[in-house]
């Protein structure tokens, strides 16, 4: 595999509306990005995506734009971005921002010439289609609920939106609008930024002309999904993208695909894929349910072990994953993959070493480092995401009582990851003196920054060991390049692989369960890399493990 700058390297997710607040509007904002950089960097970390910071209305929190070439004001101003990118250079340190092209905001002036003069050139920059009968042109259901068709005015006619009807989607048919997109992401490129998480990337490809599917709930919509199983050709729009942008700057670039088709994976990641690489969502989407949340199952920890193993031999031989736990998009994953009642500070330090080992770029996101936990919401007054009362509502037109459907919108929404970050026990946590536009999580006052850094056995303290470790001068060519093997397989509860490298051997164990359990080791240990617990014992030839014990082991070679 030819070795990129970006192999080696730790990233970090920022949702800069809930990292930190520096004039106290209740905002998260770009001088708070600022003032963290070293904290970042002391503990590890190289790459650092920011989730939209473009002017928005933020009707998805800015995944809604409605100027690609300005910053919100409730971000900061574009001299502040130029400071954070000059500044995390000076650090070493990458920026990568999200590029968010399958739509726009409502409030973006091409959508607003469009509304104007839909037969004129902006028109063509969206999909604006006649509706069939009074009816909308075709019965896909959003992602984030209803028609994906919004009726303009009083007319007979429609565009597309697959997201919120406040996202209306790009026409990537259409030559100009691509021209429009690549020379924006030249703009910023020519900044200094690093490159780019591409966001809902597979959707910009279409199935045309538009048409009806076979409903898949009783308000006779199908799901986008199926529109993108049958659309041809998304890798052509890909290819150019990359050629007219990222690759003349050896841009990282990392995709949100889902649901890619396995014959595509080289096309994608690649050697000469579209992208440097894409984040792996099999464990993010075990258990889901095209009905809804409610009908989702919850993911054990076998389950867990086998998503992530299926997906490092998917891409065995072609290209590299970016791994996670969570994202501003799902649940926090120390209480989705940690079976309920078992989440610790043990269980989340194994749940960390299990998959930041795996091969491929790890990800953090912000709060992951000090475990942050899923919030005890009160009712469903607390939420603000789109998506989760949407899901909500769904719950409820399926009969399921109040108390239920708020537990599951609790279980799952997305507002979980999207709180103020912890960083101490002052005042909301110490994200904000004013008040926080999201709630902040109450269990601060016991899991915060401030207490962790003085705690040698905290999570927080974990990660940098474990950021060190792998990015250790001895040990990264191993963690980076070396094979991935899965072994002890036959075991439940029990997740182990080899990374076997041209100088070591590495056998990161971890029991994932409450129990303490004993493994025979045919190989010896010559050294403890990393141990959640105190200890780490073998009797005749068997590790013993504690429950919620994790380790990570150089083994002996014999030549
Ligand atoms: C991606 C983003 C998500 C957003 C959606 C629409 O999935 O991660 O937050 O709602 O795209 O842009
Ligand atoms: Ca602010």
Known sequence: MKKQWWHGKVAYQIYPKSFKDTNQDGVGDL????????YLKNLGVDILWLSPIYCSPLADQGYDISDYYNIDPRFGTMEDMDELIAEAKKRDMYILMDLVVNHCSDEHQWFQ???????????????????????PPSNLRSYFGGSVWERIGETDQYYLHLFHKKQPDLNWENPVVRKEIYSMINWWLEKGIAGFRIDAIINIKKALPFHDYEPDREDGLASCGKMLEEAKGVIDFLKEMKEETFQKYNAFTVGEVFNEKPEELPDFIGEDGCFSSMFDFRETIFGSSEKGWYDSQPIMPDDYRNCCFESQKRVEGIGFLCNIIENHDEPRGVSRYIPKGECSDASKKLLATLYFMLKGLPFIYQGQEIGMENVPFRSIADIDDISTLDEYKVALEQGISEKEAFEIACRYSRDNA???????????????QGSPWLMVNPEYEKLNLELQKEDPDSVFQYYKKLIALRKSEVYKDTFVYGALEPVYTEFERVMAYYRKGKDQDILVIGNFQTESRRIELPEKAAKVLLNNDDTVSWEDGYLCLNGYQAVVLELERSR
């Open 418 to 432: 999207r709180v103020p970050f912890q960083w101490s026990s002052d005042k909301n946590a110490g994200f904000t």
């Open 31 to 38: 001088r708070g990005v600022i003032e963290k950089l070293d």
């Open 113 to 135: 010439k469009a509304m104007e003069d839909p037969e004129g050139e902006f028109g063509k920059y969206f999909y604006i289609e006649k509706g069939r009968n009074g009816k």
